[in-house]
Every structure is written in structure tokens, then in C-alpha cells.
């Protein structure tokens, strides 16, 4: 569900700025109990099911036979449109037509105009929150450029590198015994390349990979040294095959974010949980929080179902720093992480930021938050590469093409995992086993990859889907129902000012 970012074109299309309660992702996703306030549901704030059905786990449409038979005829031919969807954050999931527009109605919150140019919430002819900082003066972009392209990117290096060397070989200017070293010595620096750009180990040097293999086939067999017409229309056909298995497979599809409103006043009436779940490394009491939420055909160790992800930033809605991006929340296998904005930005980059959203508080420009996104190749896990504010006086067009310039440079520096390594042991003797529940073949590079995020607190970290299972081969038998934020596995949990 789509907030708009005009009011003026929303009211004309009869849908107001909106926003919805929150409601906690794996609650909704999983329909677990105990963790969301039961009178919410009874007033009709907030409807679970609803929510999973028509925000955070639609049903998707597949594309039809032509979109597929375009994709394999001419999909190198489509990379230019795609890269422009998505810089332009237009590249979305194709989802049926139906009334979920109607049936989250009763539910919406509407965003009210107040005479100081800040904003009042209302549902159900109440008013149940004031003076709140109006969310489409800073709203929150997503990006997917670099999980899309990465691999591409790779694969065309390593293809024009490879029609090069083969020029040069043609030339005679190349003894015979130097002939495999020219076709495959520039392979270390594809993954150089990839790695600098990227700082995907994996995808580096697994994304050309392919091309260097067949290249090697077709030495073997002769096919180099005498070429043949049909060598040629082989070799577009593999283009446009693997071209349509990457589409198809590893190139992620996004949603429209959804507005929630959170209010972290345990005493309020619009207050999202039940005691003791709520996340209590909050620093403001109100919170506008923009979730994306993005999907694949497929995962690694679940090649059988599509795999969804959830971006959410949590952006202050009132006080001295309204407007500002306190924490980004990203999930890892059933897990929640909370990333705090000062790391994954330079300090510069941080003081800049600042500056301008006084502007945009003062009233005299607007800027929009933009969230650069990478894909973990083997979970399909968000990786966050920095948060960018861009200052939309410029121009759209301007200030996205500097943001995407900038954000070759990764801010978000990864935590020393040999720091967290004796926590994790202390936790796992004392029987807090919490990655229990993740194939034992992926649990250690699960454990450093979790480990290298920069997250600072987390809930579920035994994973949502485990709230309610036993363990067969489990030492501690059948686990009571968990707290969503378990103050004892926050090992990475440090003060404010050492964020």
C-alpha cells in the first residue's frame, strides 16, 4: 500500500495521506499471540490477518508467458529500462487486482493538517496523536540497485575482458604458450573490481565465474581457435538464458512502503504491545516508521518458495529531532535487527544531514530519506550500505544521481565478529542457543555474517518461527513462550554514546 507523497494528487484521487497503526512484523507474518495488545484488535486499530494478507505478505502476480518469452528473446536489450526502474525506485511486484484498498479502510489513520504546518492523526472521528512532524516533508525512499545489478555487473566485466583478450590473441601478437594466461589472467581482476564496488566476497567471485568456464569449454573443444556461425547464436542464446535465470531467480521485486505510527508511551492508548515486548532502547516516544518490503523466487536453503524481506526506518515524528532517522530494522532468518543510524553514516555525511533537515524543519526545503539496499546472496537478508538525505530543491533527477554516486562509497562499516565471539559461547553454554533453528550447513557463515552487521539491539534472536516449536534433538526439551526482546542476548548492546 502506497502513501502518497502529494496530498494535493491524493486528495484528487479520493485517498488522503494515511497511515496505519503499528503492528509488529512477525506477529502479523506468523500470527503469533502475546505480543501485540489484544484491545487493538477489539477496537479495530489493527487486524493481523488483514495486514498480512494485504501489506506485509500479499499475493503476488506472477508475470504472464509474453513477460517471460520478452525477458529470454531480449532481456540484455531491457538492462538499460530496468537500471532506470530501478534508480527511479519504480521496479515493483505485480499484484492482482483486489479490494484490499476497501478492507484496510477501517484502519487507516488519517494524516490531518495542523495550522503550525505540523500534522494530527485521526481514526474513527478521534484524534489520537498531535503536533506531529508532517512524515511527506522528510519521507523515506528504498533502493535495490546493487542486489539487482551486482551480479550483471560482474558477468559483462568478465564478457567484454574476455572478447578483449580474444581480440588481442587474433592479432598474432601473443606467443602460443602466453595464450591461457591473456584469456584468464584479468579473472583476479573482475573480483577486485566486484569486491571494491560491492564488498560481496561471494558474488565476486562466483558472478563471472560462468563466462570463464566456458571460455575454457570452448578452448578446449577448439572452438576459439575456429570459430563457426553457429558457435555465435549458441552463445546469445546462453546470454539470454542466463539473463532470464537471474531475472527470474535472484533479481528482487519491492513493494510500495507502508506508513505506520508508533507510539512508545507504554501508558497511550495507541501503544503496540502487550508489556515487556516493546523495544526499550527507544530514545523519542513517537515514531513515524516507513516498511518496504521486498521478495525473491527463491532462497538457497528454500528453493521451493519465495523469499520475502523487510526493510523499516524508524524516523522521530516530534520533538528537537523530528525528521531524523533514529534506527533502521532489517530482518535476519526470523530475526529483527535495529541499526542505529550513526552507524551507517560518516560523521560527515551525519553533520550534513543535519543541517539540512534544520532547513527542512525551518520550512524553507523538503528532502527525502534514501535507504541503499544490498542483498546477502545466500539468505536474501537486507545489508543496509547507508542512508542518504537528499535535498530536493535540486531536483529529483539531480539529487538522486549524486546519492547514487555517493553511495559507492559504503558507510556502514561491519563490527569486529571476534569481538561478539566469547558472548555468543557464554550464551550458548548457559543454554541460549539461538541459532538453533538455522540449517546446521549455513550456521556458521549465519554466525559471522550476523555477527559483522553493525546492529546494536535485536529481538526474536531465536528466531520468530521457533516461539511456539519444540525441538526434537533440543537438550532443553519444549521452549516456553519467548519475550520478543530478551534483555539477556543483547550481547551487542552498548551505551548511546559508543553507538
Known sequence: MATKTDPAQADAAGDKPHAFLYCDYWASVLGLGGVMRAALSRQGLVDRALFRACLDRPETRLPGLGYYLLTLIAGPALIPY?????????????????????????????????????????????????????????????SLVYPTYKLLFSALVAIGLTLGSQWVLHTGLVPHGLEGLVRFAHYPLVVLLSWILFRDGITAVIGP????VVVGIMRLSGSLTAPHPSLFVAALVALALAYFLVDAFLVPRGLEPTLYFYDADPESAAHSYEPGQAPAWLAGQRYWVWRFMYCTAAELNKMWERDWERVEVWVRADGPDAGDVEWIVVDFHYRELWLPKARLVSARRATEQRRTLDRVRGGTESLAWMVETDMNVVFHSPEVRGVYSMPLEIGWRRARLRQLLASFRVEARPDPAHEYRPGVRRLRVLGHDFVADIPEHFRNYALRQLLRTPWRYWRYPRGANTAARSYLYSRNGEAAPLLASEIELQLKSRPDSER
Open 82 to 142: 530496468r537500471v532506470l526502474q530501478h534508480v527511479r525506485s519504480k521496479f515493483r511486484l505485480h499484484l492482482p487486482d483486489d479490494d484490499s484498498a476497501t478492507l484496510l479502510t477501517p484502519h487507516r489513520l488519517a494524516i490531518e493538517p495542523e495550522p503550525n504546518g505540523n500534522v494530527r492523526l485521526d481514526w474513527g472521528g478521534e484524534t489520537l496523536a498531535r503536533d506531529l512532524f508532517d512524515p511527506q516533508r522528510a519521507e523515506v525512499l528504498f
Open 209 to 212: 565465474l560462468p563466462v570463464y
